[in-house]
């Protein structure tokens, strides 16, 4: 590999590279600084006049993603070096950065990961013949045939991250259901990354993409560009690569040996090597470049906010003088060129766009719904923070959300694209793409606020689901209203993102020629904030805007986009919502959470993954499963069929056995031996009366019904009566145990300090053999008036409930500390703790003892 690079990038060629791309970068400086004043211009002037837009009637999240794991996962990725593929513990943080551990165990000791991924600018392909097909298609050094690539993959589902001028990712995964998976996950990270130019700053984001725009120009690149990827750096980079990349190509392709598959090899440790090399001096390049604007912004904004009106003024007067001459040359060429295709390009954006927003409306009722009935089943308020929390994370969900990405790959301009010099489509895709998960993430935030301030009002939830259900027919009508307007404002983006470079190319030779002697009419003081070809491309864009509008406009008329028409305004129409959401979030997995599995002691206890243990043997076996991990929990994919629940729940529970102590008289023995009591009495009575149907062939008639009736009746009232006796009993040994103590502490009082400290200790000894002799005794007490009761017959009952209770009158003895034993019953529906001895004299069944719970292990109850 060091061959390869040395030999093919020599220091003169470094240096050549190096010269080349600082030519490059100083190009864009001198434009970025242009157009920073504009930008700084048009922010200020935006600001003091507050020319907003329609507002939002969902509420916005302010930190969606903070200390989430998106996604984990165990993966085979293929080691270049090695030439083997080894099994990685793939983990997508809230940033969307892949990274990539040793395995599992690496990342939760906190070892540093073996490698982080940038997606920006990345393709996903699932295929080896589509590999190959980008690779003949854009990498020197002959064609492969079909099929063959880079790597042999250790299985046939192979999920590749592609780059045009970095190295490649491969991976590979163990089934088809796990490739569309890790497809889903690397897709958002990829429409994730390539948005990385934030709207915030204002200033520095227009200047930048403006600058952009114009430096291609320059170049006679009027169309939409696919590698307006990642952020500024990464951008700036892409830029400079497309201009010293065919030059290297033609230079270095020619020298390179071996066969096909060898030289593309070859040819990417070059270009990764370049990329690597402009990256950083970009890098370098633009944060020097920012650090001089912010310098002079104070007194460039000071200076603008002392001439706005002067500043204002000439700007109109120089946009009526281009207007004059180059609005009717526009208008002419929209009329012949634009106008008759903007309904057939408007069309073809809304159709897959509208579905999208569709899919994502009915995707929020599903949940939502589901939601509701998992309250209604499964404990109401108990589990409401796990729900909340599941849903609140929806739209940062890759898999769920990916059924309503697929919509927008529908789009297809072909046809357009070659007339309007459209590269591709994938700009328009990925924005669409991304405008959905913002309006899902406002409308789950918003749904989670106002259940939020339900509860506030009503601490008892008792009509919980009715509010989760308005709650929900509410945001659905407020989430109508502004994915309305979201598209409309989205189809006016791309209509102009189509038409405008195509009116420029067009106009170019007539126009552009004139622009110098406007520069005449601009101050020398002011020509920093005012610029010819901005004011003439805004010229241009007035003279298609209204076709644009009006394009939109009509087609809100109809119906099967669901949008609404202009006229529908719906300003500060709930005014106490938008008063609520500049309030904290709600931290569901705290404020609500149901403490019944307490996972406090765990590191990682707020990011519980449920991944796969891949095996690595000489022969590769696959035989894990990646799952998704949505935030905290995983978001389930299908309903769980509520008769199999129902069966798994009359099969199965898990609880508590509390063995009682004095100190917690509240819940005496008697009320654990009525549940025994109770159900033995109910179990017996069925089984009876199933014996008796079997035998007879007929039912029950009227009169041994109302004698069943009775007869539990009767020992629900001696269990009531068991349970006061058994209560007052408890308060008699709590009165003589306080009494014990009080006239052992007024002995140690009196006695003196040498005999204190060995009648203290003496004392505690004592009332250590007490509280252990007390123990055994209960639990013996219990065992044995268990079984009895358990091969009583009714009759027995009665006369064993009726009969004092010897062991009362055998006087107070020591209460023992409460102790916790988790059993699974038995066919009885209860299962006491009992010793050793017992349980082999008397034919209990022994309960295994579970094994202690691993860290962020989930157990599936069956």
Not at 183 to 200: K, L, T, W
């Amino acid at each position: 590999m060091g061959d390869v690079i040395s030999s093919h990038l020599d220091e003169n060629r470094r240096i050549y590279i190096t010269d080349r791309t600082g030519k490059l970068l100083n190009q864009f400086g001198k434009l970025y600084e242009e157009q920073y004043g504009v930008a700084l211009f048009n922010g200020v002037r935006y600001e003091i006049e507050g020319n907003g837009g329609p507002q939002t009637q969902l509420l916005h999240r302010k930190a969606p993603l903070k200390d989430r794991v998106i996604f984990s996962g165990n993966i085979y990725q293929y080691l270049e070096d090695t030439k083997k593929w080894r099994t990685r513990f793939c983990l997508v943080p809230h940033h969307y950065g892949p990274v990539l551990y040793e395995s599992n165990a690496a990342y939760e000791r906190g070892l540093q990961p073996r490698a982080g991924i940038n997606c920006a600018g990345c393709k996903v392909v699932t295929s080896l013949e589509q590999y190959g097909e980008l690779m003949n298609a854009s990498v020197p050094g002959g064609k492969m045939k079909a099929g063959t690539g880079q790597i042999k993959c250790a299985t046939p589902f192979p999920v590749i991250l592609w780059h045009p001028y970095s190295r490649h990712h491969y991976f590979c995964v163990t089934n088809e259901k796990e490739q569309q998976r890790w497809s889903a996950v690397f897709q958002d990270c990829i429409r994730h990354s390539n948005d990385g130019i934030p709207e915030e700053p204002r200033v520095e984001s227009a200047a930048f993409t403006d600058s952009v725009r114009l430096y291609r120009q320059a170049r006679d690149q009027y169309g939409t560009w696919d590698m307006m990827c990642g952020n500024q750096v990464q951008v700036l980079t892409n830029l400079v690569m497309d201009e010293v990349i065919p030059d290297l190509k033609n230079i270095i392709s020619p020298k390179l040996r071996g066969k096909p598959q060898e030289r593309q090899r070859m040819w990417i440790l070059i270009s990764d090597t370049v990329y690597r090399m402009v990256h950083e001096q970009t890098r370098q390049f633009y944060e020097g470049l920012e650090k001089r604007c912010t310098e002079k912004r104070t007194t460039m904004e000071s200076q603008i906010r002392t001439n706005m009106d002067q500043i204002i003024s000439c700007k109109e007067h120089v946009s009526n003088k281009i207007r004059a001459a180059v609005l009717p040359k526009a208008e002419l060429c929209v009329r012949n060129n634009v106008q008759s295709y903007i309904p057939s390009i408007l069309e073809a954006l809304m159709v897959p766009t509208s579905q999208g927003f569709s899919e994502v409306r009915d995707l929020l009722f599903k949940e939502t719904t589901e939601m509701n009935m998992n309250l209604m089943n499964e404990g109401g308020r108990d589990k409401l923070g796990e729900q909340m929390e599941k849903l609140s994370q929806l739209a940062y969900h890759p898999v769920k959300m990916q059924q309503c990405y697929e919509k927008m790959d529908q789009l297809n301009l072909e046809g357009l694209q070659q007339r309007f010099d459209v590269g591709s489509t994938s700009v328009f895709k990925q924005r669409a793409q991304i405008l959905m998960r913002e309006q899902m993430d406002n409308a789950v935030y918003t749904c989670g606020q106002l259940v939020h301030q339900e509860l506030s009002k009503s601490e008892g939830g008792a009509n919980l689901c009715k509010d989760i259900q308005r709650i929900l027919e509410r945001v659905l009508k407020k989430y109508d209203y502004d994915s309305s307007s979201v598209r409309k404002k989205f189809f006016q983006e791309a209509l102009l993102q189509i038409i405008i470079p195509f009116l420029l190319k067009t106009l170019a030779p007539s126009c552009k020629p004139e622009l110098p002697r406007f520069q005449e009419l601009i101050f020398e003081d002011l020509s920093r904030y005012v610029l010819v070809e901005n004011i003439y491309e805004e010229v241009v864009l007035q003279s298609v805007m209204r076709d644009i509008k009006q394009a939109v406009k009509d087609a809100a008329t109809q119906r099967k986009h669901n949008l609404y028409r202009d006229s529908i305004v719906m300003h500060n129409s709930d005014p106490n919502l938008h008063l609520l959401g500049e309030g904290s979030p709600v931290d569901w997995s705290e404020e609500y959470a149901d403490h019944t599995d307490d996972n406090s002691g765990n590191r990682h206890g707020r990011m519980r993954q449920v991944v796969s243990i891949i095996h690595e043997d000489d022969d590769p076996v696959l035989s894990g499963s990646c799952q998704e991990v949505p935030a905290q929990e995983v978001i389930p994919e299908l309903p769980e069929d509520s008769d199999v629940s129902d069966i798994r729940g009359m099969l199965v529970k898990e609880f508590d056995v509390v063995v009682p102590a004095a100190a917690v008289c509240a819940q005496p023995q008697s009320e654990v031996l009525s549940c025994t009591i109770i159900e033995e009495e109910k179990d017996r009575h069925s089984d009876g009366a199933q014996l008796d149907i079997l035998n007879a062939g007929e039912s029950c008639d009227s009169q041994e019904e109302e004698a069943e009736n009775a007869r539990l009746l009767l020992a629900s009232e001696l269990v009531r009566q068991l349970a006061l006796e058994e209560e007052m009993y408890f308060a008699e040994i709590q009165a003589s145990q306080k009494e014990d103590r009080e006239v052992a502490q007024r002995e140690q009082e009196m006695a003196p300090e040498n005999i204190k400290n060995e009648h203290g200790e003496l004392l505690k000894y004592v009332s250590h053999s007490k509280e252990l002799a007390h123990n055994n005794h209960t639990l013996e007490e219990i065992a044995n008036h268990t079984q009895i009761i358990s091969h009583q017959t009714p009759n027995e009952l009665r006369a064993t409930l009726y009969a004092p209770s010897e062991e009362k009158s055998s006087g107070p003895a020591q209460s023992s500390p409460t102790h916790v034993a988790h059993s699974t019953p038995d066919d009885s529906g209860f299962q006491s703790p009992i010793s050793e001895g017992e349980e082999e004299s008397e034919g209990y069944r022994e309960t295994p003892v579970p094994a202690p719970r691993k860290r962020d292990e989930i157990i599936t109850q069956f």
